[in-house]
Protein backbone atom coordinates (compact mmCIF):
# COMPACT_ATOMS: atom_id res chain seq x y z
CA UNK A 1 0.00 0.00 0.00
CA UNK A 2 1.31 3.55 -0.83
CA UNK A 3 2.55 5.22 2.37
CA UNK A 4 1.70 9.02 2.37
CA UNK A 5 3.70 11.56 4.36
CA UNK A 6 1.37 12.51 7.53
CA UNK A 7 3.82 13.51 9.87
CA UNK A 8 4.64 16.93 7.88
CA UNK A 9 1.23 17.67 7.03
CA UNK A 10 -1.68 19.33 9.07
CA UNK A 11 -3.62 16.51 11.48
CA UNK A 12 -6.75 15.20 8.98
CA UNK A 13 -10.31 15.59 10.23
CA UNK A 14 -12.40 12.46 10.89
CA UNK A 15 -13.61 12.59 7.20
CA UNK A 16 -10.32 13.18 5.64
CA UNK A 17 -8.42 10.27 7.19
CA UNK A 18 -11.33 8.00 6.88
CA UNK A 19 -11.02 8.84 2.66
CA UNK A 20 -7.67 8.34 3.00
CA UNK A 21 -8.31 4.70 4.02
CA UNK A 22 -10.41 3.77 1.74
CA UNK A 23 -7.87 4.85 -0.96
CA UNK A 24 -5.92 2.14 0.56
CA UNK A 25 -3.29 4.90 2.40
CA UNK A 26 -1.24 2.78 4.76
CA UNK A 27 0.42 5.97 7.03
CA UNK A 28 -3.42 6.86 7.38
CA UNK A 29 -4.36 3.73 8.98
CA UNK A 30 -1.45 3.68 11.18
CA UNK A 31 -2.39 7.18 12.37
CA UNK A 32 -5.85 6.23 12.75
CA UNK A 33 -4.66 3.20 14.78
CA UNK A 34 -2.41 5.25 16.85
CA UNK A 35 -4.40 7.66 17.82
CA UNK A 36 -6.87 5.54 19.38
CA UNK A 37 -5.27 2.43 20.32
CA UNK A 38 -5.46 3.85 24.14
CA UNK A 39 -8.51 4.18 24.50
CA UNK A 40 -10.35 1.40 22.29
CA UNK A 41 -7.81 -0.95 24.22
CA UNK A 42 -9.56 0.26 27.39
CA UNK A 43 -13.07 -0.45 26.48
CA UNK A 44 -11.96 -3.79 24.84
CA UNK A 45 -9.90 -4.67 27.97
CA UNK A 46 -13.31 -3.84 29.94
CA UNK A 47 -15.46 -6.07 28.71
CA UNK A 48 -12.79 -8.94 28.09
CA UNK A 49 -11.29 -8.61 31.68
CA UNK A 50 -7.88 -10.06 29.24
CA UNK A 51 -5.29 -7.96 28.53
CA UNK A 52 -4.30 -10.97 25.50
CA UNK A 53 -8.08 -11.42 24.80
CA UNK A 54 -8.74 -7.66 24.45
CA UNK A 55 -5.62 -6.90 22.35
CA UNK A 56 -6.75 -9.81 20.30
CA UNK A 57 -10.46 -7.82 19.87
CA UNK A 58 -8.56 -4.75 19.27
CA UNK A 59 -6.98 -6.11 16.35
CA UNK A 60 -9.86 -7.49 14.60
CA UNK A 61 -11.78 -4.67 15.10
CA UNK A 62 -9.13 -2.78 13.43
CA UNK A 63 -9.25 -5.19 10.37
CA UNK A 64 -13.06 -4.87 10.28
CA UNK A 65 -13.13 -0.93 10.07
CA UNK A 66 -10.54 -1.13 7.52
CA UNK A 67 -12.67 -3.08 5.26
CA UNK A 68 -16.14 -1.59 6.09
CA UNK A 69 -14.57 2.19 6.22
CA UNK A 70 -16.50 3.12 3.44
CA UNK A 71 -19.13 2.37 5.37
CA UNK A 72 -18.30 5.29 7.69
CA UNK A 73 -21.06 8.33 7.07
CA UNK A 74 -19.55 10.68 9.06
CA UNK A 75 -22.94 11.13 11.13
CA UNK A 76 -20.68 10.51 14.41
CA UNK A 77 -17.47 10.71 15.49
CA UNK A 78 -15.14 8.67 13.95
CA UNK A 79 -14.38 7.35 17.20
CA UNK A 80 -17.54 6.14 18.23
CA UNK A 81 -18.12 4.39 15.42
CA UNK A 82 -14.73 2.67 15.93
CA UNK A 83 -15.70 1.93 19.82
CA UNK A 84 -18.85 0.67 18.28
CA UNK A 85 -17.00 -1.89 15.85
CA UNK A 86 -14.67 -2.93 19.45
CA UNK A 87 -18.06 -3.53 21.76
CA UNK A 88 -19.21 -5.61 19.47
CA UNK A 89 -16.40 -7.80 18.42
CA UNK A 90 -15.37 -7.85 22.27
CA UNK A 91 -18.96 -9.09 23.49
CA UNK A 92 -19.17 -11.90 20.50
CA UNK A 93 -15.65 -12.88 22.19
CA UNK A 94 -17.13 -13.33 25.36
CA UNK A 95 -20.00 -15.06 24.02
CA UNK A 96 -18.36 -17.24 21.80
CA UNK A 97 -16.21 -18.35 24.92
CA UNK A 98 -18.96 -18.60 27.00
CA UNK A 99 -17.57 -16.25 29.77
CA UNK A 100 -20.75 -13.86 29.58
CA UNK A 101 -23.99 -14.33 31.75
CA UNK A 102 -27.00 -12.10 31.53
CA UNK A 103 -25.74 -8.40 31.51
CA UNK A 104 -27.32 -6.03 34.26
CA UNK A 105 -29.93 -3.71 32.76
CA UNK A 106 -27.49 -1.43 31.79
CA UNK A 107 -14.09 14.21 68.27
CA UNK A 108 -11.76 16.73 69.98
CA UNK A 109 -8.23 15.35 69.53
CA UNK A 110 -5.92 16.53 72.18
CA UNK A 111 -2.80 16.09 70.06
CA UNK A 112 1.15 16.20 71.12
CA UNK A 113 2.87 19.86 70.47
CA UNK A 114 5.62 18.03 69.33
CA UNK A 115 2.95 16.07 66.79
CA UNK A 116 0.99 19.31 66.26
CA UNK A 117 4.00 20.79 65.00
CA UNK A 118 5.23 18.32 62.94
CA UNK A 119 5.52 19.35 58.52
CA UNK A 120 2.18 18.94 57.12
CA UNK A 121 4.49 17.99 53.69
CA UNK A 122 4.55 14.15 52.62
CA UNK A 123 7.50 12.47 53.32
CA UNK A 124 8.37 11.21 49.63
CA UNK A 125 8.74 13.35 46.50
CA UNK A 126 5.94 13.13 43.55
CA UNK A 127 8.60 11.70 41.63
CA UNK A 128 10.30 9.01 44.16
CA UNK A 129 10.83 5.31 44.05
CA UNK A 130 8.73 4.92 47.01
CA UNK A 131 5.80 7.08 45.79
CA UNK A 132 5.66 5.44 42.67
CA UNK A 133 5.42 2.02 43.96
CA UNK A 134 2.51 3.57 46.10
CA UNK A 135 0.93 4.87 43.24
CA UNK A 136 1.53 1.58 40.88
CA UNK A 137 -0.68 -0.29 44.28
CA UNK A 138 -3.05 2.09 43.95
CA UNK A 139 -3.64 1.95 40.71
CA UNK A 140 -3.58 -2.36 40.55
CA UNK A 141 -6.15 -2.02 43.66
CA UNK A 142 -8.42 0.31 41.39
CA UNK A 143 -7.97 -1.88 38.08
CA UNK A 144 -9.09 -5.04 40.42
CA UNK A 145 -12.12 -3.37 41.52
CA UNK A 146 -13.31 -1.75 38.31
CA UNK A 147 -12.91 -5.30 36.51
CA UNK A 148 -14.95 -6.92 39.06
CA UNK A 149 -18.29 -4.36 38.18
CA UNK A 150 -21.05 -6.14 36.07
CA UNK A 151 -20.12 -5.53 32.89
CA UNK A 152 -22.42 -3.32 31.77
CA UNK A 153 -21.35 -0.83 34.43
CA UNK A 154 -17.87 -1.37 34.10
CA UNK A 155 -17.55 -0.26 30.13
CA UNK A 156 -19.71 2.72 31.37
CA UNK A 157 -17.13 3.89 33.95
CA UNK A 158 -14.54 3.03 31.95
CA UNK A 159 -15.86 5.27 28.71
CA UNK A 160 -17.00 7.92 30.73
CA UNK A 161 -14.76 8.06 33.58
CA UNK A 162 -11.19 7.14 32.18
CA UNK A 163 -11.85 7.86 28.61
CA UNK A 164 -13.89 11.50 29.61
CA UNK A 165 -16.09 11.00 26.66
CA UNK A 166 -19.21 12.88 26.73
CA UNK A 167 -22.64 11.29 27.98
CA UNK A 168 -23.91 11.92 24.48
CA UNK A 169 -21.28 9.66 22.79
CA UNK A 170 -21.15 6.99 25.43
CA UNK A 171 -24.47 6.76 24.88
CA UNK A 172 -24.13 6.33 20.71
CA UNK A 173 -21.41 4.20 21.17
CA UNK A 174 -23.04 1.45 23.11
CA UNK A 175 -26.34 2.40 21.79
CA UNK A 176 -27.67 2.87 25.23
CA UNK A 177 -29.92 6.22 25.95
CA UNK A 178 -28.22 8.86 27.71
CA UNK A 179 -30.32 8.09 30.93
CA UNK A 180 -29.25 4.77 31.12
CA UNK A 181 -25.44 5.91 30.64
CA UNK A 182 -26.09 8.21 33.63
CA UNK A 183 -27.57 5.54 35.90
CA UNK A 184 -24.95 2.78 35.32
CA UNK A 185 -22.22 5.70 35.97
CA UNK A 186 -23.83 6.63 39.22
CA UNK A 187 -24.48 2.52 40.26
CA UNK A 188 -20.48 1.75 39.14
CA UNK A 189 -19.41 4.78 41.07
CA UNK A 190 -21.36 3.54 44.21
CA UNK A 191 -20.19 0.10 44.04
CA UNK A 192 -16.42 1.22 43.67
CA UNK A 193 -16.98 3.12 46.86
CA UNK A 194 -18.67 0.51 48.62
CA UNK A 195 -15.64 -2.05 48.04
CA UNK A 196 -12.83 0.34 48.07
CA UNK A 197 -14.22 1.33 51.71
CA UNK A 198 -14.74 -2.68 52.92
CA UNK A 199 -11.08 -2.62 51.88
CA UNK A 200 -10.11 0.31 53.51
CA UNK A 201 -11.93 -1.41 57.03
CA UNK A 202 -10.56 -4.29 56.38
CA UNK A 203 -6.63 -2.31 56.05
CA UNK A 204 -7.49 -0.04 58.57
CA UNK A 205 -5.98 -3.01 61.06
CA UNK A 206 -3.54 -3.96 60.00
CA UNK A 207 -1.86 -0.15 59.11
CA UNK A 208 1.83 -0.63 60.35
CA UNK A 209 1.78 -3.46 61.41
CA UNK A 210 4.63 -5.31 63.33
CA UNK A 211 4.50 -9.10 63.00
CA UNK A 212 6.44 -12.34 61.90
CA UNK A 213 10.78 -11.80 61.45
CA UNK A 214 10.54 -8.79 62.03
CA UNK A 215 8.68 -8.56 65.31
CA UNK A 216 11.36 -11.58 66.53
CA UNK A 217 14.20 -9.27 64.94
CA UNK A 218 13.15 -6.70 67.55
CA UNK A 219 12.64 -8.65 70.22
CA UNK A 220 15.93 -10.15 69.97
CA UNK A 221 17.74 -6.91 69.67
CA UNK A 222 15.70 -5.14 72.75
CA UNK A 223 17.00 -8.22 74.71
CA UNK A 224 20.53 -7.96 73.66
CA UNK A 225 20.58 -4.58 74.61
CA UNK A 226 19.03 -5.47 77.94
CA UNK A 227 21.97 -7.75 78.66
CA UNK A 228 24.05 -5.31 77.99
CA UNK A 229 22.66 -2.45 80.13
CA UNK A 230 24.06 -2.43 83.97
CA UNK A 231 21.57 -3.85 86.59
CA UNK A 232 19.81 -1.78 88.82
CA UNK A 233 20.83 -1.12 92.43
Known sequence: M????????????????????IQHDEAAFVSLMRRHNGALFRIARAILKNGADAEDALQES???????????????????????????????????????????????????????????EPDDAPDSPEHSR????????????I???????????????????????????????????????FRARGLLRESLARELELATADVFHIGGEHCDRVVAAVLARLGDMPERP
Do not use: C
Open 2 to 21: PISPLASAPVPDDAELARRI
Open 62 to 120: YLQAYRHMSDFRGESKLSTWLTRIVVNQALARRRSANRTRTVVPFGNLHADKRVADLPA
Open 134 to 145: ARAEVRSLLEGK
Open 147 to 185: EALPVAYRTVFILREVDERSVAETAESLSIPEATVRSRL
